[in-house]
């Protein structure tokens, strides 16, 4: 941490405030003591300041939460060398996020409460932003035994994930629904049939052309319906962690409707892209789930838009060269996106598709809520986490500037409108672009 | 030199293709739908004349004089390794034959690695099968000399497809109108997929005949007409393409059983007989023979499934040539 960061009373006064949790859209400022929110809004200006209190101008630019990232891919424990806690972390603060919330696919899995507070301390000596575990449904991510739910709870985990693993065997995914429902524990499932989902992009005519196995859109939407009836029957909170095709929409819109405790999230790159952008074997562009068709990818903004999905996750999964400088079908799903998240998905604002309030809301107050966080809000009383954004402002990510340890970015070269300038966490300044510090 | 006088003199070259005239505007040789109608016809062209040749007398060319080829096989080959290998020398090249699966990567060393260093040894030309579609292309973006896809997983296999449409040529004359039906697992098959590009772009009028399992997502967006029945699908055809039923492939259940697959989709006189009477029969071998073609019609008047290997040889002599007249003619002028 920066020198002259200490946090102290400061005022970040003439900005156009952006806070969907309370409604407030228009111009003010923020005030920020010890690392909390004292006041924010139209009456949070320079002439109120009082002697001892930093003031901060920030005339044209806007001020946000800071975003909670529900999916995030790190290496530490086991593979730091495509990303420690630390590298993510400032990959995090360049792209406005405060909270991160870690995969338990780490070596070892992240299936005890040993480790759930293994990454609690390491993140606290080591990340610049807030870092929260999702902890495994089953023990070793096998999906043959349910991890011990309750501890992993108390230890801090903030919900249970099989990460990149659905959880297939219908009767354990059961039971964990409905020993989770006890401990109030929120489980988030990766919706994919396994054995329809041997592919390595969307089944269509893309993948036929380039003579690569395909995953059927189906694959994803079975899964969901199974844990929908299974919900349905235990009552648990449930989650999915990312859907990527109009028909899930649908699946979800009706689980909804009859009130069903379900929520879910979309990745950035699935909002952003399709398949098409995988070109010729591009495999930065491989994910999972895969990029499906330009119809599926407007149903899914469609989608954020009506509230539907719930939030939006940069499902940042950093993939060294060497599994990525493959062969297509040999190389390793996964895409880096914290930084860039913010950026890519503020094009769907710019090009007049989504209010910004919504696309704010479902990347910072919604995750919180459905986290039970108190951050995500700007708020008198909340944790000072927020970023200062300059909404107009374009780059272009270059590789060399990232700062994730690992390059596997599907917009490198790519220029985005709209840029983080400085990001705040409990009140320190753990990021500044150009002159502000 | 002796070759540009043969060639000169040989009435059939100078009538058909003047010999430097430069025919690829690519460096390397990647996949059908890379090239144009008119490089197709080129090429078939002057492998047409290299048939001729290699009848001929003096089948030793000296046109690749001093130049490397390496043939890299990252999957067991038989007829199309040692056809590109007979190709290169025929020409005049030096020819080396590595059979990676043995090698390096057996030791760890990826597609890539490998590739980095061949290339710095400097051949002229690379032939790369792999067993993932795009490989050779990833292959090829990392290397500077020409790169030709000799198979590529389940993506392209455009040699192949150049000596079907030569065979089928030197059969029908012309390829335009022609009735084609491609059969069997065409969802594994690369030679399929290099097939329905170039006849289409040639004119033909392309069916494919499978059980839905064994048929891609789409595939009638390739501009073919589906059956699944080869009763249907075969009637009034002028060509009967044969596709091997690919069980090395096959991670799921594609088709029951082996039996069924033959009772319903196998090529025998009876079903032949649904074609036209002087349709040709064609195989990519090799041929699981009793499974998805019959050894009575496999070995029968209609086929030329040998002389697809035959064409084999001149269509990858052709490729070679028109590669390096890339580079050779700069040295001409």
């Not at chain 1, 020198?3 to 309370?22: E, K, L, M, Q």
């Not at chain 2, 540009?4 to 009435?11: E, Q």
């Not at chain 2, 040789?29 to 197709?40: C, G």
């Not at chain 2, 973006?141 to 040529?169: F, M, W, Y």
Request: glycine share 8%; with cysteine.
């Amino acid at each position: 941490m920066s020198p002259g960061a200490t946090p102290h009373r400061r005022a970040y006064v003439n900005a156009t405030i952006i806070d969907p949790f309370s409604g407030l859209s228009g111009p003010g400022g923020i005030l920020v003591d010890d690392g909390w929110i004292l006041a924010v809004g139209p009456k949070v200006t320079k002439e109120q300041q009082g002697v001892g209190t930093t003031v901060l101008d920030c005339v044209g630019l806007t001020i946000i939460p800071g975003l909670v990232d529900m999916r995030v891919f790190t290496g530490e424990p086991g593979t730091e060398y495509r990303e420690t806690l630390a590298t993510a972390s400032e990959a995090a603060a360049a792209g406005g996020v405060t909270t991160m919330i870690v995969m338990p696919n780490t070596q070892p899995i992240i299936d005890d409460a040993a480790i759930v507070d293994y990454i609690l301390r390491r993140a606290r000596d080591t990340a610049m932003v807030r870092v929260a575990p999702m902890a495994a449904i089953t023990k070793g991510l096998a999906g043959e035994m349910m991890s011990e739910i309750g501890g992993l709870k108390e230890a801090g985990a903030v919900a249970v994930t099989d990460a990149t693993h659905s959880v297939a065997n219908a009767n354990l995914f059961r039971r964990a629904l409905t020993y989770a429902k006890d401990f109030d524990m929120l489980v988030v499932q990766h919706v994919e049939e396994p054995s329809l989902s041997r592919g390595v992009m969307n089944s269509s005519e893309s993948a036929s052309r380039l003579g690569l196995a395909g995953i059927p859109f189906m694959s994803e939407v079975i899964m969901l319906e199974r844990d929908i009836r299974l919900v349905e029957l235990t009552g648990a909170r449930y989650h999915a962690s990312q859907i990527s095709c109009a028909e899930s929409l649908s699946v979800i819109r009706a689980a909804k409707a009859k009130g069903l405790p379900v929520t879910c999230g979309v990745s950035v790159h699935h909002l952003t892209l399709n398949e098409n952008d995988i070109g010729a074997y591009r495999t930065f562009f491989k994910i999972s789930p895969p990029l499906r068709n330009e119809g599926d990818r407007r149903a899914l903004v469609a989608g954020v838009i009506d509230g539907s999905i719930d939030v939006i996750v940069s499902s940042h999964d950093p993939q060294s060269a060497d599994t990525k400088r493959l062969p297509f079908a040999e190389a390793a799903f996964g895409a880096i996106g914290l930084e860039t998240m913010l950026s890519a998905a503020l094009g769907l604002f710019h090009n007049g598709t989504m209010p910004l309030s919504r696309l704010i809301e479902a990347m910072s107050a919604k995750p919180a809520e459905i986290l039970g966080l108190e951050s995500g809000r700007l708020a008198p009383g909340a944790p000072a986490d927020f970023a200062v954004v300059d909404l107009n402002q374009s780059w272009t990510v270059q590789e060399a500037k990232l700062h994730s340890r690992s390059k596997n970015s599907p917009l490198e070269n790519c220029t985005l409108e709209g840029r983080v300038v400085e990001t705040v966490v409990a009140g320190r300044t753990v990021y500044a672009y150009g002159r502000r510090s | 030199m002796q070759t540009l006088i043969l060639a000169l003199t040989h009435p059939v070259l100078m009538t058909i293709v003047p010999h430097r005239r430069q025919i690829l505007s690519s460096q390397h040789f990647l996949a059908i739908d890379d090239v144009s109608h008119t490089e197709i016809n080129a090429l078939l062209d002057l492998a047409q004349s290299y048939v001729m040749e290699g009848s001929a007398q003096h089948r030793q060319s000296q046109l690749l004089e001093g130049q490397t080829q390496v043939n890299l096989f990252f999957e067991a080959s038989t007829r199309t390794q040692s056809s590109f290998e007979i190709a290169g020398k025929r020409l005049g090249a030096d020819v080396m034959s590595m059979a990676v699966s043995t090698s390096a990567i057996s030791k760890g060393e990826t597609v890539l690695d490998t590739a980095m260093t061949i290339n710095a040894m400097h051949p002229n030309f690379l032939v790369v099968r792999h067993p993932s579609s795009g490989a050779v292309e990833l292959l090829a973006q990392k290397v500077s000399c020409a790169v030709i896809n000799a198979g590529d997983g389940q993506h392209e296999h455009p040699t192949q497809a150049l000596l079907d449409a030569l065979t089928i040529r030197r059969h029908k004359i012309v390829i335009e109108g022609l009735k084609i039906a491609i059969c069997g697992d065409v969802l594994h098959s690369r030679v399929a997929r290099s097939n329905i590009h170039l006849l289409n772009k040639l004119g033909a009028r392309v069916r494919v005949v499978a059980p839905s399992t064994l048929l891609p997502t789409a595939i009638a967006n390739f501009g073919v007409e589906v059956f699944h029945t080869m009763h249907e699908g075969l009637r009034d055809a002028d060509v009967v393409m044969m596709l091997r039923l690919q069980l090395e492939r096959m991670s799921g259940a594609f088709v029951p059983s082996q039996r069924e697959y033959y009772n319903f989709y196998g090529l025998n006189d009876e079903k032949l007989k649904f074609a036209k009477p002087d349709a040709l029969v064609m195989h990519p071998g090799p041929m699981n023979r009793g499974i998805e073609i019959d050894s009575n019609v496999a070995d029968g008047a209609q086929s030329v499934i040998r002389e697809q290997v035959e064409m084999g040889v001149a269509v990858r002599m052709a490729v070679l040539d028109a590669l390096s007249r890339n580079w050779r003619t700069g040295e001409a002028s």
